[in-house]
């Protein structure tokens, strides 16, 4: 037990005030799921062919011909084309002629043209999205994919910036920000006059999304106790994540234009205002930064809520010393200083980013599925909430690295499959998707909870959001996968399911954490290969000052309890 813990036992584990953050803190999550995946349906491509204009003079089978027809790469079926169409003063001269498309006029042998007057856009299914509004088709194709990307490299630079501005400015601070940030630039971007507005705003809102969820994250894990931290790191913030994620489809189902589902989206975080007169600032955080009365205050309005007497003094000078003396520096090149941890390194970020393109590229790809799309998202975001509970269960019972593996490699497997299913089997295909989604979504939540236990105190919230950080390239990388999809339909799910499966037997070489002490220090970690027998690590000289420092410190601490 830390001496944070030891100085505030007595608040027990699960009182009132332990209820109250846990709660609320994984409230403020839902925003973040349905803010990070809105772009399912406000960039989905409706069906769309080249407009003929109305005023030009064309007889009724000339204007129902005027679209040639090409064969889909998914089925190999003849559709019209969504981008040429037959050269418009050619089927005027025939339409005058009097002559008939098929009969008097060979088709193949007419020259097609490219959509000259814009895009006629199916309705049924979406009043308007970006892509209709700003034909981002056919040579503009490209700029579907290039919107998520630009969200995600918001979400790259808020995990940059937002644990410096968390550990300056505080906790709750940054968590309020970042949610009003959040909630105000998408208000704003209902208002966005052409894409490239849209994209710039799109990126504000990624760096308010990623840092709104981080804060609440540690927030919640620095307050609650060992027990119920567990439970909200895995379950908690990620089933109100999930459940945030399930009213997307709900929301878009009812409002079809964009702008109007961007609005609906927005007003909800307008009623996280009263929040902040309920969620406390950290004490761990408010002792590191030397405001001990501040601290001392949150912890005592803790006990009254918890109908506990707090002791006279809660935090002795020791335990203030000690606070400090584990904010000595480190930095991310103590995560690349020696090879055992170089090495553990490489290998998570490698898997977390192999995780973040399935799991987002599967997320993106819901609209482009057989059938409704919103049911299809639906089912998507509710595959996650047994996914949670399951990585919960086997976080508490079963081994950390052959959990990881198992869901990495049957995640892979799983979409290997797809491209192996008739294309008359449309329903087992969706099923073997969702199956996929389901086991790199479990991973996804264990890789969080076991990246924190493989990596000793002093490092632990820099190698965390450094893994973080690193899989954001991986967000970015991932709807081109789905983009893919234009050239192949198997493509995306071959290389996905490659490179997932692969990434399953890469993490079999991480050292097994169930059950082991968690490191203080990086003396203290476990060995690379951790399947493989290891000669013991050399401590360099820095780690066998901090190993003599953190002794003496203990000693102290031992002598004045005693």
């Known amino acids: 037990m830390t001496d944070y813990e030891a100085a505030t036992a007595f608040l027990g584990e699960w009182g009132c005030f332990q209820q109250q953050v846990f709660f609320l803190l994984c409230l403020s999550i839902i925003p973040n799921g349905f803010t990070g995946m809105s772009i399912v349906f406000v960039a989905d491509t409706p069906p769309h062919r080249c407009l003929i204009p109305a005023h030009v003079n064309l007889s009724a089978a000339w204007r129902n011909s005027s679209i040639p027809l090409e064969e889909e790469s998914s089925s190999g079926a003849l559709v019209p084309s969504k981008c040429s169409r037959y050269r418009l003063t050619d089927m005027l001269s025939f339409s005058d002629r009097g002559l008939l498309p098929g009969g008097d006029v060979n088709l193949s042998n007419v020259p097609r043209e490219s959509c000259l007057d814009g895009w006629e856009y199916d309705h049924s299914v979406y009043i308007s999205t970006i892509i209709s509004e700003w034909d981002l088709v056919c040579d503009d194709r490209w700029k579907s994919p290039l919107t998520s990307s630009l969200f995600f490299c918001g979400v790259l630079t808020g995990s940059f910036i937002s644990g410096q501005f968390s550990d300056r400015y505080g906790r709750k601070m940054v968590l309020f920000v970042t949610m009003a940030v959040q909630t105000v630039f998408t208000f704003i971007q209902v208002f966005s006059p052409s894409w490239t507005m849209f994209c710039a705003i799109f990126f504000v809102v990624g760096m308010g999304q990623i840092s709104n969820y981080v804060a609440a994250f540690v927030l919640g894990t620095e307050i609650l106790g060992p027990r119920v931290r567990t439970i909200f790191s895995t379950a908690g913030v990620c089933l109100f994540f999930a459940a945030g994620y399930t009213l997307l489809p709900l929301f878009a189902y009812f409002i079809r234009d964009w702008r109007m589902l961007l609005l609906?989206?927005?007003?909800?975080?307008?009623?996280?205002?009263?929040?902040?007169?309920?969620?406390?600032?950290?004490?761990?955080?408010?002792?590191?930064?030397?405001r001990v009365e501040e601290a001392e205050a949150v912890v005592r309005d803790a006990a009254k809520r918890n109908k506990i007497e707090p002791p006279p003094v809660i935090f002795g000078p020791l335990q203030i010393e000690l606070q400090c003396e584990k904010r000595k520096a480190h930095n991310i090149c103590d995560l690349l200083r020696s090879r055992n941890i170089r090495w553990i390194s490489v290998t998570l970020w490698l898997v977390w980013n192999t995780l973040t393109i399935a799991y987002f590229a599967l997320s993106l790809n819901t609209a482009n599925l057989h059938g409704n799309a919103y049911f299809n998202c639906f089912l998507s975001a509710v595959v996650e909430v047994p996914a949670y509970i399951l990585s919960w269960v086997m976080f508490r019972w079963c081994s950390r690295r052959l959990s990881l593996f198992s869901t990495l490699f049957m995640g892979g497997l799983f979409l290997l499959l797809i491209q192996l299913i008739p294309a008359n089997l449309i329903s087992l295909a969706i099923t073997l998707e969702m199956m996929g989604k389901f086991a790199v979504t479990t991973a996804f939540a264990i890789v969080y909870a076991y990246t924190a236990e493989l990596y000793p105190t002093v490092v632990r919230n820099t190698a965390v959001g450094t893994c973080s950080m690193a899989s954001r390239i991986g967000s970015i990388i991932a709807p081109y996968f789905v983009y893919l999809r234009s050239y192949s339909v198997s493509l995306p799910y071959i290389l996905m399911g490659s490179i997932t499966a692969l990434s399953?037997?890469?993490?079999?070489?991480?050292?097994?954490?169930?059950?082991?002490?968690?490191?203080?220090?990086?003396?203290?970690?476990?060995?690379?290969?951790?399947?493989?027998?290891?000669?013991?690590?050399?401590?360099?000289?820095?780690?066998?000052?901090?190993?003599?420092?953190?002794?003496?410190?203990?000693?102290?601490?031992?002598?004045?309890?005693?």
């Open 504 to 562: 399953g037997l890469l993490s079999l070489l991480l050292p097994e954490s169930y059950g082991m002490p968690l490191p203080d220090t990086i003396s203290h970690m476990q060995h690379f290969p951790g399947c493989c027998q290891k000669t013991p690590y050399n401590l360099t000289q820095t780690e066998e000052k901090e190993n003599s420092a953190e002794r003496k410190v203990s000693s102290s601490l031992n002598k004045e309890q005693n």
């Open 264 to 290: 609906g989206l927005t007003l909800p975080g307008f009623l996280y205002v009263p929040l902040w007169w309920y969620i406390p600032e950290s004490p761990r955080w408010l002792l590191s930064q030397g």
